[in-house]
């Protein structure tokens, strides 16, 4: 498949080199986690959800990761199995549920979370802090402009 489109030259656009990036650092974080630590880079996600709010729902992690419930909770019955976080009914509501990290969970978080500081470091480092400051502050304006109004 060719790499470019001449008429429409996406291939060299803002959003297809942003995509592209994502792609790939995310792919790589995904064999890097996956060798070492047997998870996915999604159920990292998920464990950093918790290490962020220690007893939290389920829905709470799907808005705070801006995915779907469906998805999360596939990823939590996978964590679960794995004893990495432990899904309680919340006696208030029982179609709710509180979910809880083990110390296994937490274990395996911090290992993966050293793991991809050291991989993101090598990924950026090349690039000058100031830089990479600038880029975070023109996302954040982005993010910002498009949250939804209420």
Same mark, same amino acid.
């Given at each position: 498949?060719?790499?470019?489109?001449?008429?429409l030259?996406?291939?060299?656009s803002?959003?297809y080199?942003?995509?592209?990036t994502?792609f790939s650092?995310e792919k790589?974080?995904?064999?890097?986690?996956?060798?070492?630590?047997?998870i996915?880079?999604?159920?990292?996600?998920?464990l950093?959800?918790?290490?962020?709010?220690?007893?939290?729902?389920?829905?709470?992690i799907?808005?705070f990761?801006?995915i779907?419930?469906?998805?999360v =909770? %596939?990823h939590?019955a996978?964590?679960a199995e794995m004893?990495? !976080?432990?899904? +309680? *009914?919340?006696?208030e509501?029982?179609?709710?549920?509180i979910?809880?990290m083990?110390?296994?969970g =937490? %274990?395996?978080?911090?290992?993966a979370?050293?793991?991809?500081e !050291?991989?993101? +470091? *090598?990924v950026?480092?090349d690039?000058?802090?100031?830089?990479?400051?600038?880029?975070?502050?023109?996302?954040?304006?982005?993010?910002?402009k498009?949250k939804?109004?209420?």
């Open positions: 498949m060719k790499s470019n489109c001449p008429d030259d996406w291939s060299k803002f959003m080199s942003l995509h592209q994502y650092v790589r974080l995904e064999h890097k986690l996956h060798e070492a630590n047997g996915t880079f999604s159920q990292f996600l998920i950093l959800g918790l290490h962020c709010n220690a007893r939290t729902s389920q829905s709470a799907a808005i990761l801006h779907t419930e469906a998805t =909770s %596939r939590i996978q964590l004893n990495y !976080l432990i899904r +309680k *009914e919340d006696p509501n029982r179609r709710k549920h979910l809880t083990t110390p296994r =937490s %274990r395996a978080f911090m290992d979370h050293a793991l991809i !050291l991989e993101l +470091k *090598e950026f480092d690039i000058p802090v100031s830089s990479r400051e600038l880029i975070t502050k023109a996302f954040k304006t982005v993010r910002v498009l939804p109004k209420p």
